[in-house]
């Protein structure tokens, strides 16, 4: 059987990206911070027939992430796909200037710290079976997309976290690059969800968790890219 896991997979291109995986075949366990909304989407998602179970993960809290990671190894051991999708976007800040401390921090905290605490605990499961993880990133990560696109979103907090996300992403695969696991990045670009407020414009949900699910499942090697609809994209 093939066994997934998902990050904040409650809500959002989490939830959808749980949902797509179910449909394919794969037993899904669903990461949430809130165990009352996870038990929610867990119910929404095996009452359409799949095979989907909980895992509390509170991203923030290193305890609750050491016990995430120990679940999983005790009752999933032949994970062979993790996909980091659980972020926050700090105060989504309008330019450097705007920019608060507190919520550099905040994003940090979800972003980047604590997907990496996950990664190093999850990494040798993953390399033992010879799997994937996926740090969900986006667009505005990439340093050569900030400096050429024309009307960039400035949001220093929630883009440096992503950026340094990138970074880990980079080093995790160098250190895969002799092993038949693999890491990589994937951006699902401009989508509705929460955390940009479901802004107009976006595409839906669906879409944009059909490119992380297409890139999980095509297997192909992508270690070390970081990709988005179109193919592989400039750090």
Not at 47 to 52: A, N, Y
Not at 72 to 85: C, K, S
Not at 163 to 169: D, F, K, Q, V
Request: aromatic content about 8%; overall charge negative; charged content about 20%.
């Amino acid at each position: 059987m093939k066994i997934a896991f998902v990050t904040g997979g409650n809500k959002g291109i989490g939830l959808e990206t749980a949902r797509q995986l179910g449909a394919a075949g794969w037993k899904v366990v669903l990461g949430s911070r809130s165990t009352e909304r996870g038990e929610a989407a867990v119910a929404e998602l095996t009452g359409q027939g799949l095979d989907v179970e909980l895992v509390q993960l509170d991203m923030t809290n290193p305890d609750s992430i050491a016990q995430a990671a120990a679940t999983i190894q005790a009752r999933y051991a032949d994970l062979t796909l993790l996909i980091n999708n659980a972020g926050m976007p700090g105060a989504f800040s309008s330019s450097f200037s705007t920019t608060r401390e507190e919520d550099l921090r905040q994003a940090f905290e979800v972003n980047f710290f604590g997907t990496f605490r996950l990664n190093q605990q999850l990494l040798p499961l993953i390399q033992q079976n010879e799997g994937t993880i996926i740090n969900v990133s986006t667009d505005m990560a990439s340093l050569h997309f900030m400096q050429h696109t024309e009307h960039p979103l400035n949001c220093f907090d929630y883009n440096a976290s992503k950026t340094a996300s990138n970074a880990m992403t980079t080093a995790m695969a160098i250190e895969l690059r002799d092993s038949r696991a693999q890491v990589f990045a994937v951006t699902p670009g401009f989508t509705k969800t929460d955390l940009n407020h479901n802004a107009e414009g976006g595409q839906s949900k669906e879409a944009g968790a059909a490119i992380i699910v297409g890139y999980a499942t095509d297997g192909k090697r992508h270690n070390g890219e970081f990709l988005d609809v179109n193919g592989i994209c400039a750090w």
